[in-house]
């Protein structure tokens, strides 16, 4: 079982749409939750970044934190075509051997059409 | 501003080729990392530096080695190309601090056939 899960979709909605994409993790030593964003053929770059439990809003984006359910979630509202890409979810723990390797998910492929 | 330099952008080689990937950062940061990236596989940890000087291995190392040349410097190598090392290679570089957060080269697409 990999330490991160996340479907990959691929996920399609219309312009507009609120789109919830989740991960599930395994290591409660996680303790920094992020969403990196990837274009079709560019490397990711981080969307946003989230400590512990709780929620972070920025613009159209909230991600949540659950650390009781080790589940975490990116929302996005009003989804625009440029939303188009793959998001990939992030985590890392705060210490020991690894400590800033980041684990990822699979990434969830999203298509925002007009 | 350069950040995440990766060399080349596109290689084709022939089973049982050897290459080397360079890639370069001007961020200072410590650790380096090399992944491949397949679809529906998402990102996957080949090797890993956390500092200048050590090298570790990641989720899928085998037929890969890694240099770190320096602090800059992480170069990933295949010594007899397979085709199952098709792939995207992606460097990334970040601070060795718990929030972290990594800077991704463009990406180096390889076909081996």
């Known amino acids: 079982q990999k330490e991160v899960e996340q479907d990959p979709g691929p996920l399609s909605v219309p312009e507009g749409a609120i789109v919830s994409l989740n991960c599930t993790y395994s290591n409660s030593a996680f303790q920094y939750f992020m969403w990196y964003r990837q274009y079709s053929r560019k490397g990711p770059e981080l969307l946003m970044y989230t400590y512990s439990s709780g929620n972070k809003e920025d613009g159209r984006f909230t991600a949540q934190v659950d650390k009781s359910s080790k589940y975490i979630s990116l929302f996005i509202r009003d989804s625009q075509p440029s939303d188009s890409a793959t998001y990939l979810c992030?985590?890392?723990?705060?210490?020991?051997?690894?400590?800033?390797?980041?684990?990822f998910g699979r990434g969830t492929q999203l298509t925002v059409w007009p | 501003n350069a950040g995440v330099t990766q060399t080349p952008k596109f290689q084709v080689l022939k089973t049982g080729q050897s290459m080397t990937l360079q890639c370069a950062q001007d961020?200072?940061?410590?650790?380096m990392y090399w992944y491949r990236q397949d679809p529906g596989m998402g990102l996957r940890l080949i090797y890993y530096?956390?500092?200048?000087?050590?090298?570790d291995k990641g989720e899928v190392p085998n037929g890969y080695n890694v240099s770190r040349l320096n602090k800059r410097e992480f170069s990933l190598r295949l010594e007899s190309a397979a085709p199952s090392q098709t792939s995207v290679y992606f460097c990334?570089?970040?601070?060795?601090?718990?929030?972290?957060?990594?800077?991704f080269g463009q990406g180096t697409r390889l076909t081996v056939v």
């Open positions: 992030a985590m890392s723990a705060s210490g020991g051997s690894t400590l800033g390797r980041l684990y």
């Open positions: 961020m200072n940061h410590n650790s």
């Open positions: 530096s956390a500092s200048e000087g050590t090298t």
């Open positions: 990334a570089s970040s601070e060795r601090v718990p929030n972290t957060e990594a800077f």
